[in-house]
């Protein structure tokens, strides 16, 4: 068998081919590279790369022979006008934002550090909360499109490519992913509305006027302005899964028991502790970060009341918030005993970590007392994701429905009543009242009743009930 010559055979002649067919001029050469994007897709699309970047490019047509030279003309003019015009000349919507933006306008990270820095009405873990929720929408997004999330490409994304047509796409596919399963539809719904609520507070009337006073460049339209919550069931109340008077008589047993024989000092301060914690947010109603930092110059043993105020280490999450809270004198006797019992101490809740200031992380100084507190509460047969705020929670119901709305909304210290009755009874339900009227004298008359009552028809007798 001859020897094939180096200089001869298929492969040399592809070879000495190439330089007849210069790249990107041939409709051949783009023919080949032609594809069809996205799923559904009827018209061609092509890859262009160039000066080591590639960009997507629809054609607009489903000849292949259009396409090819579309797709050469693209090229070409890359070449020779560069990225930024070509897209500004052959591609729209998105496309066309993306340039503008990355010339003008705030990246995600860049907007948020400028909140960070200018908003001084909310504390900096409430700020940092919006600012994580925002990435995590963003990071979901470029996932779905194929883009892995890293933390430097999400805070890279300029702000006016944070469209309302992208979010709502991430609604609907967090909805879509527990598709045919109606409770975690709902759950799912529920989560996407509090990511999006606080997501969008970033971008909120307490935010906005500050950043425009610094003249921060702001897009239009407002990112997220357009976007809708999923509709919410405001009829669904809170449902107690344990009654009042059970769970406080098992704090009285357990907690509050006396010293045991073979127990610890250590354990059994530990376990009071776990008690006056449990004394603090639920016959108080106070939340877990008030009951946590709450010292004992807020409480006024004569008027049998303790005042949520702001202090060096804490503010309160709302105005409404800083009031105070009325207490039953059992309660106050309480609170006394373990006053006495630690007269030098600051705060009602004991710890041996520090007080700390403007953290942008859930930090609790008696945590090891909330740790116990909550695994107590999972005993007594509490399943509840957030057992604590469940204290809160239970004690507001039980004021709805003893003392109505408003008594509730003040010892819950809300901003409005319209927020307790949301979520909490407005009273127990009652009897009309006119049940009398049902019994009034009918004189001598005959009182007509229910019966039955014959009819003859074409010879056959029929029962007819009036």
């Not at 009827?42 to 259009?66: C, M, Y």
């Not at 700020?127 to 990071?139: E, F, N």
């Not at 809270?325 to 059992?330: A, H, Q, R």
């Amino acid at each position: 068998m001859a020897e094939v010559k180096e200089k001869s055979g298929p492969k040399m002649a592809l070879k000495n081919l190439t330089p007849l067919r210069s790249k990107g001029r041939d409709l051949d050469y783009w023919k080949a590279r032609l594809v069809l994007h996205n799923p559904g897709d009827k018209d061609w699309s092509v890859r262009i790369q160039h000066a080591g970047k590639r960009e997507w490019f629809t054609l607009e047509t489903p000849n292949k022979t259009t396409a090819a030279a579309r797709a050469k003309k693209r090229f070409e003019f890359v070449k020779a006008h560069g990225w930024e015009a070509a897209i500004l000349h052959f591609k729209y919507g998105e496309e066309k934002a993306k340039v503008t933006a990355e010339k003008n306008a705030l990246t995600v990270g860049e907007y948020i550090a400028e909140v960070e820095s200018l908003a001084t009405e909310q504390s900096p873990r409430t700020v940092h909360d919006y600012g994580k929720c925002l990435r995590l929408i963003l990071s979901e997004i470029l996932k779905s499109e194929g883009t892995k999330p890293t933390k430097e490409r999400v805070s890279a994304i300029p702000l006016e490519l944070v469209t309302d047509r992208r979010v709502e796409r991430w609604k609907a596919s967090r909805v879509q992913k527990v598709r045919g399963n109606p409770q975690k539809e709902k759950t799912a719904k529920i989560t996407a509305n509090t990511i999006l609520r606080q997501a969008k507070a970033l971008f909120g009337k307490k935010i906005l006027p500050v950043l425009r006073k610094a003249e921060i460049p702001i897009p239009n339209p407002i990112p997220l302005s357009g976007v809708n919550f999923f509709k919410e069931d405001t009829s669904s109340k809170f449902k107690r899964k344990i009654e009042p008077e059970k769970l406080i008589a098992a704090a009285v047993g357990k907690l509050d028991a006396p010293q045991g024989e073979n127990e610890e000092r250590a354990d059994y301060e530990a376990r009071r502790q776990s008690y006056l914690a449990f004394i603090l947010v639920f016959a108080t109603g106070l939340r877990k970060s008030e009951a946590d930092m709450l010292e004992w110059d807020s409480v006024n043993f004569t008027a049998n009341e303790l005042t949520v105020e702001t202090t060096q280490y804490f503010k309160p999450k709302t105005d409404a918030s800083e009031q105070s809270v009325s207490l039953d004198p059992e309660t106050v006797e309480i609170l006394r005993g373990f006053r006495a019992q630690y007269p030098t101490d600051r705060f009602l809740l004991r710890s041996k970590r520090k007080a700390k200031v403007s953290t942008t992380y859930s930090y609790y100084r008696a945590e090891p007392t909330w740790k116990a507190l909550r695994e107590w509460l999972a005993e007594q047969g509490l399943s509840d994701s957030k057992p604590i705020h469940y204290c809160r929670k239970a004690i507001t119901d039980y004021m709805a429905k003893k003392h109505g709305i408003f008594a509730a909304m003040r010892h819950a210290r809300h901003t409005t009543p319209q927020v307790t009755a949301r979520y909490y009874s407005d009273g127990e339900s009652l009897p009309p009242g006119i049940g009398g009227f049902f019994k009034a004298d009918q004189g001598d008359g005959e009182k007509i009743v229910e019966g039955e009552f014959t009819v003859k028809k074409t010879g056959r007798r029929k029962a007819a009930t009036r």
